[in-house]
Protein backbone atom coordinates (compact mmCIF):
# COMPACT_ATOMS: atom_id res chain seq x y z
CA UNK A 1 0.00 0.00 0.00
CA UNK A 2 0.80 3.88 -0.54
CA UNK A 3 3.25 4.84 2.63
CA UNK A 4 1.63 7.81 4.73
CA UNK A 5 3.80 10.34 6.24
CA UNK A 6 3.04 12.57 9.08
CA UNK A 7 3.98 15.79 9.72
CA UNK A 8 2.35 17.41 13.27
CA UNK A 9 3.52 20.90 14.37
CA UNK A 10 3.44 24.40 14.14
CA UNK A 11 3.30 26.00 10.85
CA UNK A 12 6.31 28.29 10.99
CA UNK A 13 9.77 28.28 9.20
CA UNK A 14 11.56 27.42 12.44
CA UNK A 15 9.86 24.25 11.84
CA UNK A 16 11.39 23.57 8.94
CA UNK A 17 7.51 22.62 6.90
CA UNK A 18 8.82 24.84 4.07
CA UNK A 19 11.21 22.47 3.48
CA UNK A 20 9.48 19.57 4.07
CA UNK A 21 6.85 21.08 1.34
CA UNK A 22 10.03 21.65 -0.94
CA UNK A 23 11.26 17.85 -0.50
CA UNK A 24 8.12 16.72 -1.31
CA UNK A 25 7.20 17.80 -4.01
CA UNK A 26 10.60 16.86 -5.59
CA UNK A 27 10.11 13.24 -5.28
CA UNK A 28 8.52 10.91 -7.61
CA UNK A 29 8.16 7.82 -5.24
CA UNK A 30 4.57 6.88 -3.99
CA UNK A 31 3.68 8.34 -0.78
CA UNK A 32 0.52 10.01 0.80
CA UNK A 33 1.85 12.77 3.56
CA UNK A 34 -0.97 14.41 6.06
CA UNK A 35 0.37 17.56 7.65
CA UNK A 36 -1.25 18.82 10.91
CA UNK A 37 -0.90 22.13 12.59
CA UNK A 38 -1.85 25.95 12.96
CA UNK A 39 0.38 29.12 12.14
CA UNK A 40 1.36 31.72 10.46
CA UNK A 41 2.35 29.75 6.78
CA UNK A 42 -0.71 27.50 6.31
CA UNK A 43 -2.26 29.74 3.67
CA UNK A 44 1.18 29.65 1.74
CA UNK A 45 1.60 25.92 2.31
CA UNK A 46 -1.75 25.21 1.28
CA UNK A 47 -1.38 27.56 -1.55
CA UNK A 48 1.83 26.01 -2.54
CA UNK A 49 0.30 22.26 -2.34
CA UNK A 50 -3.08 23.77 -4.65
CA UNK A 51 -0.40 25.62 -7.47
CA UNK A 52 2.11 22.70 -7.72
CA UNK A 53 -1.16 20.02 -8.26
CA UNK A 54 0.90 18.15 -5.33
CA UNK A 55 -2.56 16.14 -4.82
CA UNK A 56 -1.21 13.44 -2.54
CA UNK A 57 -0.06 16.67 0.08
CA UNK A 58 -3.21 17.29 2.73
CA UNK A 59 -3.08 20.13 4.99
CA UNK A 60 -4.99 19.77 8.09
CA UNK A 61 -5.76 22.24 11.14
CA UNK A 62 -4.22 21.33 14.23
CA UNK A 63 -5.70 18.87 16.54
CA UNK A 64 -5.62 17.60 20.29
CA UNK A 65 -3.07 16.13 21.70
CA UNK A 66 -5.21 12.56 22.00
CA UNK A 67 -6.25 12.39 18.83
CA UNK A 68 -2.89 12.58 17.24
CA UNK A 69 -1.75 9.63 19.59
CA UNK A 70 -4.31 7.84 18.01
CA UNK A 71 -3.54 8.97 14.25
CA UNK A 72 -0.01 7.44 14.56
CA UNK A 73 -1.45 4.20 14.28
CA UNK A 74 -2.51 5.38 10.37
CA UNK A 75 1.01 6.55 9.31
CA UNK A 76 4.07 4.97 8.37
CA UNK A 77 6.86 7.53 8.59
CA UNK A 78 6.83 10.35 10.82
CA UNK A 79 8.87 13.76 9.69
CA UNK A 80 10.21 16.04 12.01
CA UNK A 81 12.40 18.60 9.94
CA UNK A 82 12.77 21.40 12.38
CA UNK A 83 15.36 24.24 11.63
CA UNK A 84 16.15 25.12 15.35
CA UNK A 85 17.23 22.84 18.51
CA UNK A 86 15.13 22.05 20.25
CA UNK A 87 15.79 19.83 23.86
CA UNK A 88 13.91 16.46 23.39
CA UNK A 89 10.85 16.60 20.43
CA UNK A 90 7.92 15.50 22.07
CA UNK A 91 6.79 14.30 18.49
CA UNK A 92 9.77 12.72 17.95
CA UNK A 93 9.53 10.58 20.90
CA UNK A 94 6.14 9.78 20.58
CA UNK A 95 6.62 8.20 17.27
CA UNK A 96 9.30 5.88 18.30
CA UNK A 97 7.47 4.85 21.08
CA UNK A 98 4.29 4.55 18.06
CA UNK A 99 6.92 2.49 16.56
CA UNK A 100 7.55 4.60 13.35
CA UNK A 101 10.13 5.21 10.79
CA UNK A 102 11.42 8.71 12.06
CA UNK A 103 13.15 10.93 9.61
CA UNK A 104 14.35 14.36 11.49
CA UNK A 105 16.70 16.92 11.26
CA UNK A 106 20.02 16.42 12.80
CA UNK A 107 19.49 19.52 15.41
CA UNK A 108 19.00 19.34 18.97
CA UNK A 109 18.01 16.38 20.83
CA UNK A 110 16.63 14.49 18.07
CA UNK A 111 20.15 13.02 17.71
CA UNK A 112 20.37 12.19 21.17
CA UNK A 113 17.84 9.22 20.79
CA UNK A 114 17.97 8.56 16.78
CA UNK A 115 21.03 6.08 15.70
CA UNK A 116 20.58 6.90 12.21
CA UNK A 117 20.10 3.82 10.02
CA UNK A 118 18.94 2.06 12.69
CA UNK A 119 16.24 3.83 14.60
CA UNK A 120 15.36 6.35 12.02
CA UNK A 121 16.89 9.12 9.46
CA UNK A 122 18.61 11.89 10.96
CA UNK A 123 19.73 14.36 7.89
CA UNK A 124 21.25 18.06 7.93
CA UNK A 125 18.74 20.80 7.32
CA UNK A 126 21.09 23.09 5.98
CA UNK A 127 22.22 20.50 3.41
CA UNK A 128 20.83 21.19 -0.33
CA UNK A 129 18.02 18.21 -0.74
CA UNK A 130 19.41 16.13 2.20
CA UNK A 131 15.70 16.14 3.27
CA UNK A 132 14.43 14.40 0.38
CA UNK A 133 17.13 11.89 0.14
CA UNK A 134 16.12 10.91 3.35
CA UNK A 135 12.72 10.79 2.96
CA UNK A 136 13.12 8.75 -0.52
CA UNK A 137 15.23 6.26 1.21
CA UNK A 138 12.58 5.72 3.82
CA UNK A 139 10.08 5.47 0.91
CA UNK A 140 11.80 3.28 -1.39
CA UNK A 141 12.47 0.10 0.72
CA UNK A 142 9.82 -1.05 2.89
CA UNK A 143 12.10 -3.56 4.68
CA UNK A 144 13.88 -0.78 5.73
CA UNK A 145 11.35 1.16 6.64
CA UNK A 146 9.80 -1.75 9.22
CA UNK A 147 13.17 -2.41 10.41
CA UNK A 148 13.15 0.71 11.66
CA UNK A 149 9.68 1.10 12.98
CA UNK A 150 10.90 -2.10 14.77
CA UNK A 151 13.48 -0.62 16.38
CA UNK A 152 12.12 2.34 17.03
CA UNK A 153 9.77 1.67 20.10
CA UNK A 154 12.89 0.00 21.65
CA UNK A 155 14.38 3.41 21.98
CA UNK A 156 12.16 5.37 24.32
CA UNK A 157 11.95 2.80 26.81
CA UNK A 158 14.31 5.07 28.89
CA UNK A 159 11.89 7.67 28.56
CA UNK A 160 8.53 6.15 29.67
CA UNK A 161 7.04 8.00 32.80
CA UNK A 162 7.88 4.93 35.17
CA UNK A 163 11.60 5.32 34.14
CA UNK A 164 11.82 8.82 34.39
CA UNK A 165 9.79 8.96 37.53
CA UNK A 166 12.47 6.40 39.27
CA UNK A 167 15.66 8.45 37.91
CA UNK A 168 13.82 11.60 39.45
CA UNK A 169 13.34 10.11 42.84
CA UNK A 170 16.91 8.24 42.87
CA UNK A 171 18.31 11.76 42.07
CA UNK A 172 16.08 13.70 44.60
CA UNK A 173 17.04 11.11 47.19
CA UNK A 174 20.68 11.20 46.92
CA UNK A 175 20.03 15.49 46.35
CA UNK A 176 17.95 15.06 50.05
CA UNK A 177 20.70 12.34 51.62
CA UNK A 178 23.55 15.14 51.00
CA UNK A 179 21.89 18.30 51.81
CA UNK A 180 20.34 16.73 54.91
CA UNK A 181 23.05 13.85 56.41
CA UNK A 182 21.48 12.01 59.43
Do not use: W
Amino acid sequence: SLPRILYAGAYIESKGVLDLLNALKDITLPYACHLYGSGELKERLQTSVTTNQLNNITIHDAIPHDELLKLYDSFDIVVQPSLVAEAMPRSVLEALGAGKAVVTSNVGGAKGVITHGETGILYDPYEQGALRRALEMVLRDKTFRDTLAANARHTVEPFTEKNVARTAQSLYSHVIKKAFPL
